[in-house]
């Protein structure tokens, strides 16, 4: 079955296909994608939904609103590649300079309110295209004419969720315009793994907002409790789960079964692709910590160590005296977390 899919029904431009197969369930699910993953196979009760929230993380769906007094493009990208796309035009600007005081400052007023009317125009249709979408990231690009009257007209949940601005020509290709975007949403999402692995840190302790741990943060999933799961992308485990009750534990699988269930009735598991699928159904965020970051957030060099390796991220660093996974909750039910495992 998969190689008929890979001979005949996979897009030629798709770069890499994740599939799901269980014979005995009836189950064959595939997802075609433009960016690459590495060729692998593996096998468990739990299908490797670790790989998938890493590529999210590498790949996170962001918008670019490219302008300049003319025309706009409203694009959204995902997995790197333009999905959707509105192009907007304006109307025509004064073409020839008056002479004379007044009449040049009449001239500039009117070119100065069609510009701002412009703004306005990608203002509203920016607004109807992202509102009630779940598009955290979104960056301005163009000429600086109108970067600022376009700020100033854009919607507070609109403004809220820019993270930089790049000065683009509006004739650019879609590869110039990520090369110019991509490293600042890059650097955004490693703040994001920065701040989430601080407000792990900051909320340890009895009765704090936060658990960390691969069994404490087990025990939060059961119960719901997780907000936000963060985890590093290397972070590996072994665990067992009885899916019948459900129950789920670190380590090997127990001889006997610590709920008094049928023993045989226990399987090994992938700990981080369990504890993913446990944050999916419970509808908890998932935040994947880059072990190693290439780029510099501040200059955008390349760091690299003598051996011509990345050096460990801090955040990842961080999350490692706490096991290399950690959790967020939305509410705590007592000082001793063992309470909610029962």
Known sequence: RINELLDGEVDPSTRSVFIVACNRNGVFETLSMNTPLETKVTVGPTPALTTLSRLAEDFTTFAVILADQHDAHISLFRQASREHGVNLVSNEYPRHQQQGGFSQARFQRRADERVEAFARSIADETRKILEGQSIETIVLAGD???????????????????????????????????????????????????????????????????????????????????????????????????????????????????????????????????????????GADIEIVHSSVPVDMDSNAPIRKADDEFPRSEAAQTLDQFGGVGAILRYTIGDDQSLAES
């Open 144 to 282: 600086e004419v109108i970067m600022s009257p376009l700020n100033d007209a854009l919607h507070d949940s609109i403004k809220d969720r820019i993270i930089g601005t790049a000065r683009v020509d509006i004739r650019a290709t879609t590869e110039e315009l990520l090369e110019s975007v991509l490293p600042m949403v890059a650097s955004a999402e490693r703040t994001h793994e920065s701040d989430a692995v601080q407000r792990v840190n900051d909320g340890q302790g009895p009765g704090g907002y936060a658990v960390s741990g691969a069994e404490d943060v087990l025990v939060a999933l059961q119960s719901g409790q997780v907000l936000t799961l963060v985890m590093n992308d290397d972070f590996h485990g072994s665990g067992w789960a009885d899916f019948t009750l459900p129950l789920y534990g670190t380590g090997d699988a127990p001889q006997k079964h610590p709920a008094g269930g049928e023993a045989n009735k226990i399987v090994a598991v992938s700990l981080e692709d369990e504890i993913v699928r446990l944050a999916v159904q419970t």
